[in-house]
């Protein structure tokens, strides 16, 4: 049974720091591309930022420049560092990873993290 556990999320004042991470656990393969997705209430579901087995990185345009997404894969782990939040940063943030579990490689989803920005 494959799973992805995201933590680190909470509450934080404009302009403030958080880290996000996210553990694959259970029988498989590999892993290959890792990302983080949000969504915000009454929102849909959208990228915030990807990363491959290699290290390459794609990012959503609102959080370009602020937020870094780094992975350790002896760790199964991705990592989310965001800085400089924004009240619209906040969303339930879920953890999202390509896994080969033999025969099928599939896409999996955490449960997600409430991250909060206010005042």
């Known amino acids: 049974q494959v799973q992805l556990v995201e933590s680190g999320g909470g509450l934080v004042q404009p302009g403030g720091s958080l880290r996000l991470s996210c553990i694959a656990s259970?029988?498989?393969?590999?892993?290959?591309?890792m990302g983080w997705y949000r969504q915000a209430p009454g929102k849909e579901r959208e990228l915030v930022a990807a990363i491959t087995r290699g290290g390459g990185t794609d990012y959503g345009d609102s959080v370009n420049g602020r937020f870094t997404i780094s992975r350790d894969n002896a760790k199964n782990t991705v990592y989310l560092q965001m800085n400089s939040l924004k009240p619209e940063d906040t969303a339930v943030y879920y953890c999202?990873?390509?896994?080969?579990?033999?025969?099928?490689?599939?896409?999996?989803w955490g449960r997600g993290s409430q991250v909060t920005v206010s005042s």
């Open positions: 259970g029988s498989f393969t590999s892993i290959s591309a």
């Open positions: 999202k990873a390509e896994i080969a579990t033999w025969p099928h490689a599939s896409a999996y």
